[in-house]
């Protein structure tokens, strides 16, 4: 029987450096693929051969390779590994290489996507929204971490800012922020686009099922491109 005819009693896998065949003795046997001798004495759960030499280590993969292992399968209960002809052997062993190679470059891409998802999801979608942000980074800054506590003795030195000096200081912060809100605001719309499609880029190189994603990311407001009216 031709190992290309077999019955559908055997599943043939294709693997990098043989081919794998499964299912019950008697039907690997009536396909050629091993003799009643070539099994696993009782006891042992694989036998691999080179050259029909028992082989009792790893050892070098050809055209002579045969391998008969033992399944926890009542079904399907024997595994036969069949060595390939040197050219086939190379070229799996190359198509193996380069989906790993495939695989690599996949994976750093869709890192690389994530990020610039990340990047276009906090970008900001209107000169007020800019503003806002700016402002709310400076009160957290100034407020949350260091302005607060200004007037509370450390456990570490004996120095501390009078509350007063402390009220001064975040008086001072608030004439900053409010100078942000009532500033000019310059947009660069040919470098927000830039930015925009570089980031765009990166996603579709990794899935260009990403791509139909993007507009609730990257479309700004109206007025981010016309100039938010004040």
């Known amino acids: 029987m031709s190992v290309s ?46 050259g029909g030499v028992v082989m009792p280590r790893r050892c070098r993969l050809d055209e002579t390779y045969l391998r008969v292992c033992r399944r926890n399968d009542a079904d399907m209960p024997w595994l036969v590994c069949v060595g390939l002809p040197r050219g086939e052997l190379l070229q799996r062993r190359a198509k ?9 470059a996949l994976s750093v891409a869709k890192c690389k996507a994530e990020h ?33 506590r200004l007037d509370e003795e450390k456990s570490w030195h004996g120095y501390r800012f009078s509350t007063e000096t402390k ?46 994603q993007l507009d609730k990311l990257t479309t700004p407001d109206a007025s981010l491109l016309a100039g938010e009216a004040q």
């Open 167 to 212: 009220e001064s200081a975040l008086m001072a912060v608030d004439a900053i922020i409010e100078a942000l809100m009532q500033g000019e605001v310059i947009f660069d719309a040919e470098r927000h686009a830039q930015i925009v499609e570089a980031h765009r880029a990166v996603i579709r190189a990794a899935d260009p099922a990403f791509y139909a």
């Open 116 to 148: 610039a998802e990340r990047e276009l999801a906090r970008m900001p979608g209107s000169e007020r929204q800019f503003v806002c942000e700016v402002a709310s980074s400076i009160r957290e800054l100034s407020d949350v971490i260091f302005l607060r």
């Open 96 to 104: 193996a290489r380069e989906k790993r190679r495939r695989e690599r």
């Open 5 to 50: 005819q077999l019955p559908s009693s055997i599943q043939k896998i294709e693997e990098k450096d043989f081919d794998a065949y499964i299912g019950k003795a008697e039907d690997l046997m009536a396909a050629g693929l091993v003799r009643p001798e070539q099994f696993p004495p009782a006891g042992k759960r694989s036998v691999s051969y080179l």
